[in-house]
T-cell receptor, first 113, second 116 residues
Framework: QQPVQSPQAVILREGEDAVINCSSS?????VHWYRQKHGEAPVFLMI?????EQKGHEKISASFNEKKQQSSLYLTASQLSYSGTYFC??????????????FGKGTHLIIQP | GAGVSQSPSNKVTEKGKDVELRCDPI?????LYWYRQSLGQGLEFLIY????????KSGLPSDRFSAERTGGSVSTLTIQRTQQEDSAVYLC??????????????FGPGTRLTVL
């Protein structure tokens, strides 16, 4: 089941803050966040694991509510370089095997000077 | 060090022809993933390999799609009898260690497939 991201798009002025949300209908083991610039490969930002562990960028923060099966990515004091499409990917264990990451449709972020 | 590489970068083919897409993961990465990205869509998971075996083939959209990995390294995604709806960017990613929730995935630049 594909996670749902919101908003679909957001336009900010440089220096403003943004929150991108990701929610799933399934119990999650971890949430991954990636950013993709136009014509480029997605780039890893952060992993949030069940139990509270995080791996990722120092300048990016995120939360993971296991009970609500939701994650939010916080972009503060946005810079022009933050522009791109942000994808959340969810990881769900099924039985004895592991599923691959299931990505949302993405949130388009445009930062204007 | 070298990142994930994919070839060709662009492929234009005629409907009904077979195509092979290649992925060369980061050296030492045991997990390898294939995704498909259609215009305006997210990343659709196709298949992953742990070593040479593919424990999860559930994402392959039809039996025209197959993939293999040899020597725990290079992988090829084959699409037989291509259809216009197969047009998309095919992305490969690899990760260190086993697949699973802990490991960040490193993506290649993708192969843009256009089926006429």
């Amino acid at each position: 089941q594909q996670p749902v991201q919101s908003p679909q798009a957001v336009i900010l002025r440089e220096g403003e803050d943004a929150v991108i949300n990701c929610s799933s209908s399934k119990a999650l083991y971890s949430v991954h966040w990636y950013r993709q610039k136009h014509g480029e490969a997605p780039v890893f930002l952060m992993i949030l694991l069940k139990g509270g562990e995080q791996k990722g960028h120092e300048k990016i923060s995120a939360s993971f509510n296991e009970k609500k099966q939701q994650s939010s990515l916080y972009l503060t004091a946005s810079q022009l370089s933050y522009s791109g499409t942000y994808f959340c990917g969810t990881f769900v264990y099924s039985g004895g095997g592991a599923d691959g990451l299931t990505f949302g449709k993405g949130t388009h972020l445009i930062i204007q000077p | 060090g070298a990142g994930v590489s994919q070839s060709p970068s662009n492929k234009v083919t005629e409907k009904g022809k077979d195509v092979e897409l290649r992925c060369d993961p980061i050296s030492g990465h045991t997990a390898l993933y294939w995704y498909r990205q259609s215009l305006g869509q997210g990343l659709e998971f196709l298949i992953y390999f742990q070593g040479n075996s593919a424990p999860d083939k559930s994402g392959l959209p039809s039996d025209r799609f197959s993939a293999e990995r040899t020597g725990g390294s290079v992988s090829t995604l084959t699409i037989q009898r291509t259809q216009q709806e197969d047009s998309a960017v095919y992305l490969c990613a690899s990760s260190l260690g086993g697949t699973g929730p802990y490991n960040e995935q490193f993506f290649g630049p993708g192969t843009r497939l256009t089926v006429l």
